[in-house]
């Protein structure tokens, strides 16, 4: 059973570019969720996505944007980057109305912004 | 506005003693409270669970209390080993529309055992 798996592992971009990061969730779970985790603090959720559309939504603006792809994999696109964009983004996945939601993460795509 | 809190950034002890990592709660809805654990260079990975309808949840070496009066749950480790340092999330969720959950987060409790 191979599990949550995420790329690229760190990156840096400047303010104002756009980036992907990528997400394979673990076999036999069909929802994925992304969290933003900035130093210090615990994940905030970004949003959820199942069945290819989202299916959820934390306060994040609408430059982060997502895909999940018919495979359950999913992307987490941020446009016009800033600063305090800079974080860990980790991808958790799960099987939909498991009722406890519980999640398995990857271990996570360090972004930062110069 | 902070609805999960963990109030003890990090705590310390002796290995074979007991951890008792503490959370507090505002929201009285959530129904539905998790521990993770996270190594460095990791993901947080799921530890235990508990139920609202519940005020005790045990797994081995880890055992989950939640007082639904005090909005409080507490995480203890016996006996503490070396191997437990880590950053521990509490994390708790509430039923949403169709069945679609978010989990809201604390800040995490750094323990360091000592061996």
């Known amino acids: 059973e191979t599990g949550v798996t995420q790329s690229p592992t760190h990156l840096i971009k400047t303010r104002g570019q756009q980036v992907t990061l990528r997400c394979s969730s673990q076999?036999?779970?069909?929802?994925v969720s992304w969290y933003q985790q900035a130093l210090g603090q615990g994940p905030q959720f970004i949003f959820q996505?199942?069945?290819?559309?989202?299916?959820g939504r934390g306060n994040f603006p609408p430059r982060f944007s997502g895909l999940q792809f018919p495979n359950y994999s999913s992307e987490l696109n941020v446009n016009a980057l800033e600063l305090d964009d800079s974080a860990l983004y980790l991808c958790?996945?799960?099987?939909?109305?498991?009722?406890?939601?519980?999640?398995?993460f990857g271990a996570g795509s360090r972004l930062t912004v110069l | 506005d902070q609805q999960v809190k963990q109030n003890s950034p990090s705590l310390s002890v002796q290995e074979g003693r007991i951890s008792i990592l503490n959370c507090d709660y505002t929201?009285?809805?959530?129904?539905?409270f998790l521990w993770y654990k996270k190594y460095p260079a990791e993901g947080p990975t799921f530890l235990i669970s508990?139920?609202?309808i519940k005020d005790k949840n045990e797994d081995g070496r880890f055992t989950v209390f939640l007082n639904k009066s005090a909005k409080h749950l507490s995480l203890h480790i016996v006996p503490s080993q070396p191997g437990d340092s880590a950053v521990y999330f509490c994390?708790?969720?509430?039923?949403?529309?169709?069945?679609?959950?978010?989990?809201?987060w604390g800040l995490g409790t750094s323990l360091a055992v000592n061996p």
């Open positions: 958790a996945s799960s099987f939909y109305a498991s009722g406890a939601n519980v999640l398995t």
């Open positions: 076999s036999g779970h069909n929802t």
């Open positions: 996505y199942y069945r290819e559309e989202e299916n």
């Open positions: 929201n009285s809805m959530f129904d539905y």
């Open positions: 508990i139920s609202s």
């Open positions: 994390a708790a969720s509430y039923p949403r529309a169709g069945n679609n959950r978010k989990l809201i």
